[in-house]
T-cell receptor, first 113, second 115 residues
Framework: RKEVEQDPGPFNVPEGATVAFNCTYS??????FFWYRQDCRKEPKLLMS???SGNEDGRFTAQLNRASQYISLLIRDSKLSDSATYLC??????????????FGTGTRLQVTL | DAGITQSPRHKVTETGTPVTLRCHQT?????MYWYRQDPGHGLRLIHY???????DKGEVSDGYSVSRSKTEDFLLTLESATSSQTSVYFC??????????????FGEGSRLTVL
């Protein structure tokens, strides 16, 4: 089993729709989680952190489910500009340093008119 | 946007030739990283640096070396390029250890093709 797994998509949704992605992780002791956004042929950029209590930023909501070992990203009222690949990032326990953080392969979202 | 510049942005080279990618930052951040991104693999860490002349290996370091003689510059060298090193290479920086900030700032990437 991969350390971090994401459905590659693409998720094709109409403007205004609500869409959710999950990201599963294998190490139950992982301690920190993040979502990054990567536009086509561009660099990844931090979208938001994922806290145990959940995290909301405008139309975006990130949640952590430790029991089932996954994090989720919910996008409400999708915009064309949300079209991108969304990468989940997991930091394992023990070292907890950047040298060990793991990126998922990403889920591609395409928002259409 | 964070001041990170990668050069060259695109390069085509032949198997067996040496290649050096440069990452230059103007943020004075302590930590610098080199990643490669390939379809189906996501971003994988090649090497990272936690200070001038302080570097360590990442997940996929074989065939790569790095050097950091100044805070602002982090060089990635492929001593003898192979076709398996065809990839998009991203440099990243962080002010402190990633676990505390949760944020890496990435450069725009360098697309390398090894024929």
């Amino acid at each position: 089993r991969k350390e971090v797994e994401q459905d590659p998509g693409p998720f094709n949704v109409p403007e205004g729709a609500t869409v959710a992605f999950n990201c599963t992780y294998s190490n139950s002791a992982s301690q920190s989680f993040f979502w990054y956004r990567q536009d086509c042929r561009k660099e990844p950029k931090l979208l938001m952190s994922v806290y145990s209590s959940g995290n909301e930023d405008g139309r975006f909501t990130a949640q952590l489910n430790r029991a089932s070992q996954y994090i989720s990203l919910l996008i409400r009222d999708s915009k064309l500009s949300d079209s991108a690949t969304y990468l989940c990032v997991v930091i394992p326990p023990l070292t907890g340093t950047a040298s060990k953080l793991t990126f998922g392969t990403g889920t591609r979202l395409q928002v259409t008119l | 946007d964070a001041g990170i510049t990668q050069s060259p942005r695109h390069k085509v080279t032949e198997t067996g030739t040496p290649v050096t990618l440069r990452c230059h930052q103007t943020e004075n951040h302590r930590y610098m990283y080199w990643y490669r991104q390939d379809p189906g693999h996501g971003l994988r860490l090649i090497h990272y640096s936690y200070g001038v002349k302080d570097t360590d290996k990442g997940e996929v370091s074989d065939g790569y070396s790095v050097s950091r003689s100044k805070t602002e510059d982090f060089l990635l060298t492929l001593e003898s390029a192979t076709s398996s090193q065809t990839s998009v290479y991203f440099c990243a920086i962080s002010e402190s250890d990633f676990q505390y900030t949760g944020e890496l700032f990435f450069g725009e990437g360098s697309r390398l093709t090894v024929l």
